[in-house]
């Protein structure tokens, strides 16, 4: 027994030093193809607007007016289900039934970009690409290289102090 486990060890760590791991695997040509192919096509979808950085979005539902968006370290308080383009949902507070809590500065960049231009009432779908997401490590169910899809609404905030958010008061 002693040499097929001594076998099954020396196997795991060749494969190890080959690369045999998700972010150095055949697959991901094929996943990076495949987000590029997404993000270009939703580019064109009705009422995407696409940012500098590759980020996507969609307004759902705007806020009212004259109402603030965070900055960076003011505390927000949002709802959000994240899928992968497959739909396949990974995260969702809604289902949880509690809302997140967190700081712009303390989410992927993609939510960093975005809740730094929502204001507090909106309701919008974020296409994160890659590089703004995860990139190409796997992140729980999440595979290397994939496009998030996040529907946020952004319910409050509480300003730090000191802040610079735009759209304050």
């Not at 590759?54 to 308080?77: E, F, H, I």
Request: a negative charge.
């Amino acid at each position: 027994m002693r040499f097929g486990w001594a076998s099954l060890a020396a196997a795991a760590l060749l494969l190890a030093a080959c690369g045999g791991n998700d972010s150095a695997s055949g697959d991901d040509d094929a996943r990076v193809a495949e987000a590029a192919a997404f993000m270009a096509e939703n580019a064109d979808a009705d009422g995407v607007v696409t940012l500098e950085s590759g980020l996507q979005y969609k307004v759902l539902t705007a806020a009212p007016d004259g109402a603030p968006s965070p900055d960076g370290n003011d505390l927000v308080r949002v709802h959000y289900e994240g899928s992968l383009i497959d739909g396949t949902v990974f995260d969702s507070s809604f289902e949880r039934g509690s809302p997140y809590v967190t700081t712009p500065e303390q989410v992927v960049p993609g939510w960093t970009e975005a809740l730094q231009r929502m204001k507090v009432g909106d309701e919008w779908l974020l296409y994160v690409p890659p590089e703004l997401g995860y990139g190409g490590r796997r992140s729980g169910q999440i595979p290397p290289h994939s496009v998030l899809v996040f529907r946020i609404q952004l319910l409050d905030m509480a300003a730090a102090p000191g802040g610079g958010g735009s759209g304050r008061g």
